[in-house]
């Protein structure tokens, strides 16, 4: 009877692993290839790459460590980010041409093999809101400020004489460093610079709060709602009757999720996601149309701070893909519920469990009929007939 579940390990880690060796394996050989010789030693063009790629390395490398990041939590985008930076990882192994750099070139060729074979794992999109946008240009408008402002001033700066050089000053004063090395030697200068001390840290703070603010906003609720739960048993065990604070997510309605949702409304609070119009039901149960995949439908439904999610893949039309979305969202339990053949098919699914309704029915009723009364087969016959 228990044949009809399946435990299901979330695919696409070993990718983001693989990512994350590959970011540490890039700043270790950022730093070595620093403290140490090129085999080759070039001049001209090649041997301005091989000083570029000493230090740029490690920055690609730290890069890399926030695209595995995203790619834990399913984003596409951080997915092609990562396969972009491997292989202008796996080129600054190259180009710096040393021996403690051929690790970090065989392992980006296997991470790309990984990358490439797990890329339907990542499909969660990233569209940032307008308020983020702003950010960004914000941020690109303040370094294109400092570095044109200063190299027109050239003259009234000392240290000032490049392009280089007037990036350089932008860099250190809006983020108010100021090394000292590069300083205004006339009123006009003075000013710029004032000017770019003001917008710098100004934009940098609104730009960290747009990005990250979200973040912290989605995962609030969910420490609140884990207080209010502890302080709720405590309470149960005084002599309470609170709420359980239970909150369930059901992707996909149909006749056969139908039934599941009513006995759960009684015990937890219900959320059901479904491309149809349906009617509002009462009882704890809330009913959001929309896509199952969409960020916005699913944040509605409180996909994040939810502490089950139940996938009717019977009333969807691609329920790997849904499966897939909800995970990357989630650290919840996913069950996802099937029906017949499709069993096959959600064995590739990153649900922690997959349930076929007909194969427990079919089991417990045989067991019913053969009088194999274990303590199973009395449980799953009770809730086939509390089910019928």
Sequence with gaps: MFEAFHSRRPGGRVAVWIVA?????????GVGAILTRPALE??????DLQAVAEFSGTIVGFALLVTAWGMRRGYRLAYVTAVLLIVLSGAHGIVQF?????PLVVLSVGGLVVLVATSGRFTRSSTPDATQ????????G???Y????????RTGFDGVTTVVDAVYFTAVTASTVGYGDVHASTEAARLFAISLVVLGPATLAATAGSLFGPAFETHLPRTDREATAHLGSDAA??????????????????????PIVDALASRASVAVVTSEERARRSDGVDVITGDPTADGTLERAGLETCDAVLVGTGALRDADAVIASARSRTNARIVALTGGGENESTERTEADVVVDPETVLIEATVDALLGTDGVAGQSSASAASHSG
């Design 21 to 29: 060796a590959i970011a540490l394996t890039s700043i270790a050989t």
């Design 42 to 47: 070039t001049g001209g063009t090649l041997g």
């Design 98 to 102: 040393r021996a403690v750099s051929v």
């Design 133 to 140: 946008i702003g950010a960004l240009l914000s941020i690109v």
């Design 142 to 144: 303040v370094l294109c």
């Design 146 to 153: 400092g570095t044109a402002g200063a190299y027109a001033l």
């Design 237 to 258: 065990v005084a002599g309470g009757n609170p709420e359980t604070g239970t909150e369930i997510v059901i992707l996909g309605d149909d006749e056969t999720t139908a």
